[in-house]
């Protein structure tokens, strides 16, 4: 167990949907990172938030959007879903920015129909 | 741009066989280099890492050693089994507020 906590575990939708997944960081982590997992294009870096603020930008569409709150947990809105959509979510977390390994939940599987 | 190159897969071994999965890659300054690994169902966990040139990070008889003049975080293990099946990524940090890049991951599998 990570500590980095994810949900939900599955969501099923249809195209066009709007969706938000949420993640908790482990205790006393300030950075969170959301990466996409899908079998055609592997693990895509998405987007990093530290302390609330966000740090650094990957390959995330203008559809897709998210934030981190005082509590320091993170949220990942996905908006006018398409059938490419589906993939595994994960969120990660770490203390820091600077060299730090990054621990993983257990992931979010988006299903789009 | 940074990047991570890691062998292609699947690795079909056989248990108690020799394991080398290579990995290279290509940064500026003094990135920090991980290896995670992906068991079935499951998130990407830190497997080892090192955090500069001639470093050898090692976990659960995994062994893999920085080298800054070949660019390279190879790892390896010298008996593999079947516990050991699952998806490697290789990794770099090259600090500060940029992100990790990540390998396209190596699938190995291992047979009794």
């Known amino acids: 167990d990570s500590g980095v906590t994810q949900t939900p575990k599955h969501l099923i939708t249809a195209t066009g949907q709007r969706v938000t997944l949420r993640c908790s960081p482990r205790?006393?982590?300030?950075?969170v990172y959301w990466y996409q997992q899908s079998l055609d294009q592997g693990l895509q870096f998405l987007i990093q938030y530290y302390n609330g603020e966000e740090r650094a930008k990957g390959n995330i569409l203008e559809r897709f959007s998210a934030q981190q709150f005082p509590d320091l947990h993170s949220e990942l809105n996905l908006s006018s879903l398409e059938l490419g959509d589906s993939a595994l979510y994960f969120c990660?977390?770490?203390?820091?920015?600077?060299?730090?390994?990054?621990?993983f939940g257990p992931g979010t599987r988006l299903t789009v129909l | 741009g940074n990047s991570v190159t890691q062998m292609e897969g699947p690795v079909t071994l056989s248990e108690e066989a020799f394991l080398t999965i290579n990995c290279t890659y290509t940064a500026t300054g003094y990135p920090s280099l991980f290896w995670y690994v992906q068991y079935p169902g499951e998130g990407l966990q830190l497997l080892l890492k090192?955090?500069?040139?001639?470093d050898k990070g090692s976990n659960k008889g995994f062994e893999a050693t920085y080298r800054k003049e070949t660019t390279s975080f190879h790892l390896e293990k010298g008996s593999v089994q079947v516990s050991d099946s699952a998806v490697y990524f290789c990794a770099l940090s090259p600090g500060g507020y940029q992100k990790v890049t990540f390998g396209t991951g190596t699938k190995l599998q291992v047979i009794p």
């Open positions: 205790s006393g982590d300030l950075s």
């Open positions: 090192a955090t500069k040139a001639d």
């Open positions: 990660a977390s770490s203390f820091g920015t600077y060299h730090n390994e990054q621990f």
